[in-house]
């Protein structure tokens, strides 16, 4: 489904979120099912004629336990930092996050994961 794919959107299009969260108030109390929010985004983006783009070689796959662990406390920093409700302000800040694991990292984890089995 086009949409719950990842979508890039930048700061000057940040209220076509605003917009989509907005339409999902409206329709979920009346339908029952789980995919209301990405329906509200997908809509919100198709109207204002913004084109999905197949994106799957651009992104890594995030079921990897230890990438989880490598992000998960940067990732908390950053909210720490930044709060978690001022969207604008996390717009402006996202560019210092770094979330690919240096390879040191990666082997490291995949060691330990050997050694503790």
Excluded: C
């Excluded at 969207?87 to 503790?116: A, C, G, Y």
């Amino acid at each position: 489904m086009w949409g719950s794919a990842i979508i890039g959107i930048d700061h000057s299009k940040g209220h076509l979120l605003e917009e989509a969260f907005d339409l999902f108030k409206l329709l979920s109390p009346h339908i029952r099912a789980h995919t209301v929010e990405q329906f509200a985004l997908a809509e919100t983006l198709r109207a204002h004629e913004i084109k999905p783009i197949a994106a799957k070689n651009l992104v890594d796959h995030w079921s990897s336990i230890g990438k989880k662990n490598y992000v998960t406390p940067i990732l908390a920093k950053f909210f720490s930092a930044y709060g978690e409700h001022n969207f604008n302000e996390h717009l402006d800040n996202v560019n210092q996050i770094q979330i690919k694991r240096p390879l040191s990292v990666f082997f490291k984890q995949k060691f330990d994961r050997w050694k503790n089995k």
